[in-house]
């Protein structure tokens, strides 16, 4: 599959900061998008999702921005807490049933 | 029951055994996959079922089989692995509403160490 990358491995934060994760993707075709967050020996957790047909979709803290213009994807935790340390995926549908999975970014809050 | 559950959790083994991974889910899922997880590493899309059906082989190679006995059940077949494969292997689950739709449900991983 084609790579959807992260601009940051790792992103440190100060609790009570909003956090901002972003993630590139490079296949035009995708149009549904998903971000995980991974905890230390868990499965990947869906946060939040958003269609190719959206710019914006907010849920409980999270808000995730698609530019489908420069094919960028961020997710923004507000007032970061230290149980949002984790690692945070994003994932391209390419098919039906073809997700791939970004690089990842390793987000530490820092109490 | 919102769960994937998979089996064993952990799982060490020599580059000539026989063993398999298991995974199952009562959520009336009817797609399921298989990824591969190194450390430090996003998952990677092995294998997918839909409908009990192989749909999707990442060109895995012939020491990984699926089996996908029903709807609930999903199976890893490994046998002559290299200490390369070792890895944490996560199962996941979605319903086949189509594109655009299908969230991922994910088990929390068997980590599997090949000596």
């Known amino acids: 599959g084609e790579s959807v990358g992260l601009h940051l491995p790792t992103l440190s934060v100060q609790e009570g900061d909003n956090s901002i994760i972003n993630c590139a993707y490079s296949?035009?075709?995708?149009?549904?998008f998903i971000w995980y967050k991974q905890e230390s020996g868990k499965g990947p957790q869906f946060i939040i999702d958003?269609?190719?047909?959206?710019d914006k979709r907010q849920g409980q803290r999270v808000t995730v921005l698609l530019n489908k213009t420069v094919k960028h994807l961020s997710l923004q935790i507000a007032a970061t807490q230290p149980g949002d340390s984790a690692v945070y995926f994003c994932?391209?549908?390419?098919?039906?049933?073809?997700?791939?999975f970004g690089t990842g970014t390793s987000l530490t809050v820092i109490p | 029951d919102t769960e994937v559950t998979q089996t064993p959790k952990h799982l060490v083994m020599g580059m000539t055994n026989k063993k398999s991974l298991k995974c199952e889910q009562h959520?009336?899922?009817?797609?399921m996959y298989w990824y591969k997880q190194k450390a430090k590493k996003p998952p990677e899309l092995m294998f997918v079922?839909?409908?009990?059906?192989?749909?999707i082989n990442e060109s895995v190679p012939s020491r990984f089989s699926p089996e996908c006995p029903n709807s609930s059940l999903l199976n890893l077949h490994l046998h002559a692995l290299q200490p390369e494969d070792s890895a944490l292997y996560l199962c996941?689950?979605?319903?086949?509403?189509?594109?655009?739709?299908?969230?991922?449900?994910f088990g929390a991983g068997s980590r599997l160490t090949v000596l």
């Open positions: 996941a689950s979605s319903q086949e509403i189509g594109r655009g739709a299908n969230v991922l449900t």
């Open positions: 296949n035009s075709a995708s149009d549904y």
């Open positions: 958003i269609r190719s047909n959206m």
């Open positions: 994932a391209e549908n390419i098919t039906g049933n073809q997700f791939y």
């Open positions: 959520m009336g899922h009817r797609a």
């Open positions: 079922y839909s409908y009990e059906k192989l749909s």
